[in-house]
C-alpha cells in the first residue's frame, strides 16, 4: 500500500517549505512539485466513477499531464531551476498502464510509474502537495482512509501579499478584483472544514522547525530524522521560492490590507491569528 501524505493550504502559506523538509527521510517518498489527484477525487466526489473510467481512455498519458493529476516531472521544474533529477520516460511509461478496478488501485498504478520514473523504490509514505485550499485533503480522507493529511496555513495579508507578488513575477493572473474576493472565499472555505487530520501554522514552523517537525512525525508514527530542518528537493539543497527578490515590499495597500483582514474573519478565528480593527480606513 502507497499511504499518502497529503499536503494543502492556500497558494504561498508555505506547502512547498513543508514538503522539502520532508524530502530525504528514510520512510517517505517525495514527489517534486504539485499534483493534483486528491483534488480531482473531491471535484468528483459526486460521480467519482466518471473520474476513474476515464482514466482508461486514450490519450491518458496526456490528460494526466494536462490536467496536473500528478507532478510534471517529464520536464524542467521552471519555479526551482536548481533542481535537476534523472527522468526515465521509458521506465515511467513501462510501469504505467492503470489498473482497471478501484481509485486504490489507479493510485497504486499512477505512484508505481512515478516511482519508476525518478529511480525510486516504494517506502511507507509518499508525499505530494497542492496549494488548493484544502481540497486535496477532502479528497483524500473522503477516499482513502489511511491517507494522513496536513494542512499549513499563513496570515491572510502575508499569504495574499506574496501570492500578488509571484502572479506579477510570472506574468499570471493578477490578484485583482475578483481574483482577490476568490482567495479570500476559497480560505473561508477551508476554515469551515469540520475535521482537519493536522494544521500548522507557517509562521510557528518557520520559528522552529525542528520542534514543528518532530511533532509531526510523532504523529505520523515517524522516526524523527535530521534531514527533517534541511529544506531539500530530492535531496538536492533548496534555499526558498520566495516571490520577493532581495528586500521584502508590500503589494497591497493599507486599505486592502484592512479589507482582507476583515474579510477572513472566519479563517482567521479559525487559525488564531489577528481579526480586522473595528474601523476600516477611508477610501476604500
Not at 137 to 151: K, L, M, Q
Request: hydrophobic fraction near 40%; include cysteine.
Amino acid at each position: 500500500m502507497k499511504t499518502p501524505l497529503v499536503l494543502s493550504g492556500p497558494p504561498r502559506s508555505g506547502t512547498t517549505l513543508l514538503s522539502s523538509l520532508f524530502d530525504g527521510h528514510s520512510e517517505i517518498n517525495w514527489l517534486p512539485d504539485e499534483g493534483y489527484f486528491f483534488e480531482h477525487l473531491h471535484l468528483h466526489r459526486s460521480n467519482v466513477k466518471v473520474f476513474l473510467d476515464s482514466a482508461g481512455l486514450e490519450p491518458f498519458i496526456e490528460g494526466l499531464r494536462d490536467r496536473a493529476i500528478m507532478p510534471p516531472t517529464h520536464k524542467p521544474l521552471t519555479d526551482f531551476p536548481s533542481l535537476r533529477f534523472d527522468w526515465n520516460e521509458t521506465a515511467f511509461k513501462t510501469a504505467l498502464p492503470p489498473k482497471n478496478g478501484t481509485i486504490r488501485e489507479l493510485w497504486d498504478s499512477l505512484v508505481d510509474a512515478y516511482l519508476a520514473g525518478l529511480g525510486q523504490t516504494p517506502k511507507r509514505f509518499v508525499c505530494i502537495k497542492a496549494a488548493d485550499y484544502g481540497r486535496s485533503v477532502a479528497g483524500a480522507r473522503r477516499f482513502f482512509p489511511d491517507a494522513r493529511c496536513i494542512i499549513i496555513v499563513r496570515d491572510p495579508v502575508d499569504s495574499l501579499n506574496s501570492l500578488r507578488r509571484c502572479r506579477q513575477n510570472s506574468a499570471c493572473k493578477l490578484l485583482t478584483w475578483p481574483t482577490m474576493a476568490q482567495a479570500i472565499s476559497e480560505m473561508n472555505a477551508l476554515a469551515s472544514m469540520p475535521e482537519i487530520d493536522w494544521w500548522l501554522r507557517y509562521e510557528d514552523l518557520r520559528a522552529d522547525k525542528e520542534t514543528t517537525m518532530r511533532a509531526l512525525t510523532d504523529w505520523l508514527d515517524l522516526p524523527y530524522e535530521e534531514t527533517l530542518t534541511v529544506p531539500s528537493m530530492l535531496e538536492v539543497e533548496w534555499t526558498n521560492n520566495s516571490s520577493f527578490a532581495g528586500e521584502r515590499e508590500d503589494t497591497l495597500s493599507e486599505s486592502e490590507k484592512a479589507y482582507i483582514r476583515q474579510a477572513t474573519a472566519p479563517f482567521c478565528k479559525r487559525f488564531g491569528y489577528p481579526l480586522a480593527a473595528d474601523h476600516m480606513p477611508k477610501g476604500l
